[in-house]
């Protein structure tokens, strides 16, 4: 069974920082793209940002500078460093994979559960 569980979500007041983590667990042999995105309240899903099994990141404009994305692909992990947390960071944040290899079974845009991410005085 496969399964994306994230952790390390919060609250914390502006200015603050908190860790997202995320591990695949299960029979995986290969992750493509790795990533966060995150979902407010009345809004659409959006791309925080990704990074790929070779490296390559993509960074949403909004939390440039301020975000930093990082991935482990031996242990099947990635994680979201967010500083300077503004309340418009204020959103659930789930951890994606686009394409996910297992023993003769390959998920596609698979998400975790996601985790609560709340930013206020």
């Known amino acids: 069974q496969v399964r994306l569980v994230e952790s390390g979500g919060g609250s914390v007041q502006p200015g603050g920082s908190l860790r997202l983590s995320c591990a695949a667990s299960g029979r995986i042999f290969s992750i493509n793209t790795m990533g966060w995105y995150r979902q407010a309240p009345g809004k659409e899903r959006e791309l925080v940002a990704s990074i790929t099994s070779g490296g390559s990141r993509n960074v949403a404009d909004s939390v440039k500078g301020r975000f930093t994305i990082s991935r482990d692909n031996a242990k099947n992990t990635v994680a979201l460093q967010m500083n300077s947390l503004k309340p418009e960071d204020t959103a659930v944040y789930y951890c994606?994979?686009?394409?996910?290899?297992?023993?003769?079974?390959?998920?596609?845009?698979?998400w975790g559960q996601g985790t609560q991410v709340t930013v206020s005085s």
């Open positions: 994606n994979a686009d394409k996910l290899q297992t023993m003769g079974v390959i998920f596609y845009d698979y």
